[in-house]
């Protein structure tokens, strides 16, 4: 078998050159892994010793035993866990410190700086898709299907809906009605009311290439304007919402923490909930009943919020708002374990926490679940199968995510430690080897097991011509 030396082939695969082709002939390139512990999203139990053939950016095989193919390159992992890469479900890649910060300090050009930042951060702990819950993020998922810039897969809401003095009306006290505010200048929001503007607001999403359309339902931590208590949009506005994205062939999200808020955005036809950490247990049930998804921000919930002064950025209402939040918390997630619902691992974080990311699933097990496999599906498999939801606007339909099974797509990870036994050890230092999409971003692999294969850059023949 070959070993990724420093070929013109593995120069190329390093330049993260689209669907990967041999110098000799077109075929896709083969990478097998081989001496790996395969967690496959799925199985309670670990493949021991088992391989896994990649061809091209998807999975041929995964075997129990060794896998013939002698014109692969080979990736010993030397007994670590081979996983599916991480997803997250909530993520905001464009904000830094704050939805509140672009209005006055900063303008787009930051917003991309932050994205590129942020992009880097999730692959580098091995998160290979995200569900961008809400930021003036469509032209940069654009660019990372192109592969002009390395980033994760990412599932776009585009700017969220809100109504006026909803969760995202970043305006200023003395803003008439219809006054456009920072996030609307900037895209990451739409300040909607009325069944016309909202519709318009979720066509104008979609039409940019949005997967689904997220929707401020209720009150929120991080905002001036809204008390925590707040239903936010009407029973008809959030139908015609749902039926523009049902028309789109998609789903409506919604951020959303008390009863009220949650069971009108289900009357409405919203299947996932983000936050939902001041429900009683009867909505709980009907969640489960009714099918609707549950996308926990675990890390910032239980802890962030548990430690509301360390939130620098925080105004004293919003700190206190935070201490609310953090009361509920635990007492929803037990009951979301304990009905069983289809939960996935939506983090949340941005800016400098950003790099603390796969500890919500270390957080979600060790506080509430106490339950690894759960845990690990939460942000593998789960998570895949809420992205599916996307219908229509799915872009990633050529193979499976969340998933280490043939026809899958090659989205892998290999983890120092058995994070099944020890969900401690799902964290960024030892996350050794990143593969998306069949293209390796991170390599921290010994030399003498995958040698001077570099992480994939910005696609560089963009600029230079084919190396
Ligand atoms: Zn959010």
Same mark, same amino acid.
């Given at each position: 078998?070959?070993?990724?030396?420093?070929?013109?082939?593995?120069?190329?695969?390093?330049?993260?050159?689209?669907?990967?082709?041999?110098?000799?002939?077109?075929?896709?390139?083969?990478?097998?892994?081989?001496?790996?512990?395969?967690?496959?999203?799925?199985?309670?139990?670990?493949?021991?010793?088992?391989?896994?053939?990649?061809?091209?950016?998807?999975?041929?095989?995964?075997?129990?035993?060794?896998?013939?193919?002698?014109?692969?390159?080979?990736?010993?992992?030397?007994?670590?866990?081979?996983?599916?890469?991480?997803?997250?479900?909530?993520?905001?890649? %464009?904000?830094?410190?704050?939805?509140?910060?672009?209005?006055?300090?900063?303008?787009?050009?930051?917003?991309?700086?932050?994205?590129?930042?942020?992009?880097?951060?999730?692959?580098?702990?091995?998160?290979?898709?995200?569900?961008?819950?809400? %930021?003036?993020?469509?032209?940069?998922?654009? $660019?990372?299907?192109?592969?002009?810039?390395?980033?994760?897969?990412?599932?776009?809401?585009?700017?969220?809906?809100?109504?006026?003095?909803?969760?995202?009306?970043?305006?200023?006290?003395?803003?008439?009605?219809?006054?456009?505010?920072?996030?609307?200048?900037?895209?990451?929001?739409?300040?909607?009311?009325?069944?016309?503007?909202?519709?318009?607001?979720?066509?104008?999403?979609?039409?940019?290439?949005?997967?689904?359309?997220? /929707?401020?339902?209720?009150?929120?931590?991080?905002?001036?304007?809204?008390?925590?208590?707040?239903?936010?949009?009407?029973?008809?506005?959030?139908?015609?919402?749902?039926? /523009?994205?049902?028309?789109?062939?998609?789903?409506?999200?919604?951020?959303?923490?008390?009863?009220?808020?949650?069971?009108?955005?289900?009357?409405?036809?919203?299947?996932?909930?983000?936050?939902?950490?001041? /429900?009683?247990?009867?909505?709980?049930?009907?969640?489960?009943?009714?099918?609707?998804?549950?996308?926990?921000?675990?890390?910032?919930?239980?802890? $962030?919020?548990?430690?509301?002064?360390?939130?620098?950025?925080?105004?004293?209402?919003?700190? $206190?708002?935070?201490?609310?939040?953090?009361?509920?918390?635990?007492?929803?997630?037990?009951?979301?374990?304990?009905?069983?619902?289809?939960?996935?691992?939506?983090?949340?974080?941005?800016?400098?926490?950003?790099?603390?990311?796969?500890?919500?699933?270390?957080?979600?097990?060790?506080?509430?679940?106490?339950?690894?496999?759960?845990?690990?599906?939460?942000?593998?498999?789960?998570?895949?199968?809420?992205?599916?939801?996307?219908?229509?606007?799915?872009?990633?339909?050529?193979?499976?995510?969340?998933?280490?099974?043939?026809?899958?797509?090659?989205?892998?990870?290999?983890?120092?430690?058995?994070?099944?036994?020890?969900?401690?050890?799902?964290?960024?230092?030892?996350?050794?080897?990143?593969?998306?999409?069949?293209?390796?971003?991170?390599?921290?692999?010994?030399?003498?097991?995958?040698?001077?294969?570099?992480?994939?850059?910005?696609?560089?023949?963009?600029?230079?011509?084919?190396?």
């Amino acid at each position: 078998m070959k070993r990724f030396f420093a070929s013109a082939t593995a120069i190329a695969l390093a330049a993260g050159i689209g669907t990967i082709a041999s110098a000799q002939d077109d075929a896709p390139r083969q990478v097998v892994f081989t001496n790996v512990n395969i967690f496959d999203g799925t199985s309670e139990a670990l493949i021991e010793n088992g391989s896994v053939l990649v061809e091209g950016n998807l999975i041929k095989q995964v075997s129990a035993d060794a896998i013939e193919a002698p014109d692969a390159f080979a990736v010993d992992g030397e007994g670590r866990t081979l996983m599916p890469g991480l997803i997250d479900m909530h993520s905001h890649l %464009c904000i830094r410190n704050g939805m509140l910060e672009f209005r006055d300090n900063y303008d787009q050009m930051a917003n991309g700086a932050y994205t590129a930042i942020a992009m880097q951060d999730y692959l580098d702990q091995g998160f290979t898709t995200v569900r961008d819950a809400g %930021c003036n993020i469509l032209g940069i998922a654009k $660019a990372v299907n192109n592969g002009i810039v390395p980033g994760p897969r990412i599932y776009p809401s585009g700017a969220f809906l809100s109504q006026t003095g909803g969760h995202a009306d970043t305006g200023s006290f003395n803003d008439v009605p219809g006054d456009q505010d920072d996030l609307e200048a900037h895209m990451f929001g739409f300040i909607a009311d009325g069944v016309p503007e909202v519709m318009r607001a979720a066509r104008h999403n979609l039409r940019a290439g949005a997967t689904q359309i997220k /929707v401020m339902a209720g009150g929120g931590v991080a905002s001036e304007f809204d008390p925590l208590h707040t239903t936010q949009y009407s029973l008809e506005e959030l139908k015609a919402i749902v039926g /523009v994205a049902e028309d789109y062939g998609t789903y409506v999200l919604v951020h959303a923490y008390h009863d009220r808020s949650v069971n009108r955005a289900i009357d409405a036809g919203a299947r996932v909930i983000d936050h939902n950490f001041l /429900v009683s247990e009867e909505t709980i049930i009907r969640m489960k009943e009714e099918g609707v998804a549950l996308s926990i921000q675990a890390v910032m919930s239980l802890e $962030a919020f548990g430690d509301p002064e360390s939130i620098t950025f925080f105004s004293a209402d919003q700190k $206190a708002k935070a201490a609310q939040v953090n009361s509920g918390a635990q007492q929803m997630m037990e009951w979301a374990v304990k009905h069983d619902l289809i939960m996935v691992t939506g983090g949340d974080m941005f800016g400098p926490d950003l790099v603390r990311q796969a500890e919500n699933i270390i957080w979600f097990n060790d506080e509430v679940a106490k339950n690894p496999h759960l845990s690990l599906k939460t942000a593998t498999s789960n998570a895949a199968e809420v992205l599916t939801w996307s219908g229509g606007m799915n872009p990633y339909k050529e193979g499976t995510l969340g998933t280490i099974a043939e026809g899958g797509y090659a989205d892998i990870i290999l983890i120092d430690g058995n994070p099944l036994e020890d969900i401690h050890v799902l964290k960024r230092s030892n996350v050794d080897f990143v593969m998306k999409d069949g293209q390796v971003y991170k390599n921290w692999l010994p030399d003498e097991n995958a040698p001077a294969f570099q992480p994939a850059g910005p696609r560089r023949d963009a600029y230079f011509g084919n190396l």
